[in-house]
């Protein structure tokens, strides 16, 4: 079971990406309120849930949180400011479009970059231990599977709308066949072995 909440009386916004070990397409993350006490049975990291659970899931959050957002970060702007910065970034965005001024972060993972006088905890796999940070999970993940399904018909050679962009041999053989795509990661090793992909 995950805990409701990690402060006793502090409105806390749950933060979680999807998408940084990606070679195309954007980190996208979510920042989620949920209202004090906030209890479900399924609800947990995003990873651990089928695709029809996080679907409904998503909805449900929806509809019963206090404030929610999701942002995106692209491919061009990840290879300017390097994957991690992206993921603040994104994580920063989201929280600036709650409609609500969140008093604490709980950010999944060991590291983030403190913005407009928020504070933050750092929690690793956040993910599965509070339901904030799960259900910024369900949403960031959702919209970023939303956006990779949909490039996908742009670009059926690399099968996104199966792999979502991560570093699956299909992908790859996408790659080296027709080289790389407007949406793939510049700054990443887009193929194991070093071919001139960009010249």
């Known amino acids: 079971m995950l805990k409701a909440h990690f402060s006793e009386d502090k409105l806390e916004a749950g933060c979680d990406e999807a998408g940084r ?3 195309a397409g954007p980190v996208v993350a979510a920042a989620v309120i949920l209202p004090r ?6 609800l947990n990291d995003s990873k651990q849930l089928s695709k029809k ?5 998503r909805l449900e959050i929806e509809s019963e949180a206090l404030a929610w957002a999701v942002a995106f970060v692209d491919n061009e ?7 991690l910065n992206a993921s603040y970034r994104a994580m920063q965005l989201a ?3 709650l409609k609500q001024q969140p008093e604490l972060l709980l950010i999944d993972g060991n590291r983030y970059k403190p913005h407009n006088d928020i504070p933050f905890e750092c929690i690793i796999k956040g993910d599965g231990k509070y339901y904030s ?14 956006f990779m399904e949909k490039i996908a018909l742009e670009h059926p050679q690399y099968e996104w709308e199966k792999n979502k962009g991560y570093p699956t041999n299909a992908h790859r053989e996408g790659i080296k066949m027709i080289g790389p795509s407007p949406y793939h990661r ?3 090793r887009l193929l194991p072995e070093q071919l001139e992909l960009f010249t």
């Open 133 to 146: 940070i799960a259900a910024a999970s369900v949403l960031a993940k959702t919209y970023r599977d939303e």
């Open 186 to 188: 510049k700054s990443f």
């Open 77 to 83: 702007e990840i290879d300017q400011l390097n994957i």
């Open 37 to 42: 006490g906030f209890q479900h049975e399924d």
């Open 95 to 97: 929280v600036d479009q």
């Open 53 to 57: 659970k996080r679907d409904r899931i």
């Open 21 to 23: 070990g990606c070679l």
